[in-house]
């Protein structure tokens, strides 16, 4: 199997030349979220989410949870405005299970994302395109493949995370700050928010010129929630100012490299993670600050009193 993937990884840095280099497509996960937050109504936050791409002028994804809103008349209304915007809508899920609890069977998780089609399928913009919750492909054998033939039977595509980051954990300490004090300073928030996506994004870069020789076209994970809806605008202006392009998810996927299937040795990894523990990587230089969950964003901020 390790043989196999080496031999397809090769192949595939021969064939792709550095047509990718610096590029960045959009994704977010578990929206249309209708949980009440500080600041925002929940339509307020998907208006400054769409606005933001708007006036980025970038096409995104968004990868529906369909509890967490879109089972409710308001909330499917928040998730067709991405569709009519030009954002493609894909399928994450009825209520996000985790595949690797032993509660949750093959079977349940498959019923999950039939679920989750039935409802979203109908709204301009859908595709069959499929992330895993918490990017876990399985703890088994069966699940794993029992997961990867029920795509291909399904026709969905594995819409892969190559830069994933902790936005979650800020946003939960940005909504735990603004809950205590909803006029909280919260600039030292912004400020380590666009550090953690900026050193991310250079790790991961880095780690894709180290596995492929070259810049693959990354795509990022983020999700529906507060922080994103207030500085979404300046994530992606940090970007640009970083010299990286903003692409369309269809043109990211096309990157050969997406087409691979590395084995998950650990739970919870971005492909690039996936491929380096394949490859028998190790503990490179920097992999802990890909894998602490935005632990050293937090201590940071609480040395600052947040």
């Not at 089972?71 to 569709?83: H, K, M, S, V």
């Not at 380590?192 to 020789?213: E, K, N, W």
């Not at 983020?222 to 640009?240: E, S, T």
Request: hydrophobic share 45%; net charge neutral.
């Amino acid at each position: 199997m390790l043989r196999t993937f080496v031999l397809r990884l090769f192949v595939l840095c021969l064939l792709t030349p550095a047509a990718f280099a610096q590029t960045v497509a959009i994704t977010f996960d578990d929206g249309p979220a209708l949980a009440a937050t500080p600041r925002l109504t929940p339509a307020g936050r998907n208006a400054a989410l769409l606005a933001a791409l708007a006036r980025h002028k970038a096409s995104a994804a968004l990868f529906v949870t369909a509890a967490n809103g879109a089972i409710r008349p308001e909330g499917l209304a928040l998730a067709r405005a991405w569709g009519e915007a030009g954002h493609v809508l894909g399928n994450h899920t009825m209520t996000h299970p985790d595949l690797h609890a032993q509660s949750v069977s093959l079977a349940d998780y498959q019923q999950q994302i039939l679920d989750c089609e039935r409802i979203v399928a109908p709204l301009p913009g859908y595709r069959k395109w499929f992330r895993f919750t918490y990017l876990r492909e399985g703890n088994t054998p069966e699940k794993r493949d029992g997961m990867r033939e029920f795509l291909r039977r399904q026709g969905y595509r594995n819409a892969y995370v190559s830069l994933d980051t902790s936005d979650w954990r800020l946003n939960d300490k940005l909504v735990e700050v603004l809950e205590k004090n909803p006029d909280a300073d919260i600039a030292p928030i912004k400020a380590a928010y666009l550090a953690h996506i900026r050193q991310r994004a250079l790790a991961y870069r880095a780690l894709s010129q180290q596995l492929q020789g070259r810049d693959i076209a990354h795509v990022l994970l983020l999700h529906h929630n507060l922080i994103n809806a207030l500085w979404l605008n300046d994530v992606l202006a940090q970007f640009r100012s970083m010299g990286w392009t903003i692409v369309t998810p269809e043109v990211a996927f096309a990157d050969p490299v997406y087409r691979l299937q590395p084995e998950r040795a650990a739970p919870g990894q971005s492909l690039l993670l996936s491929m380096a523990r394949t490859l028998g990587l190790g503990k490179f230089e920097g992999w802990e600050r890909l894998v602490d969950d935005g632990d050293y964003e937090i201590e940071a901020l609480a040395r600052q009193g947040l």
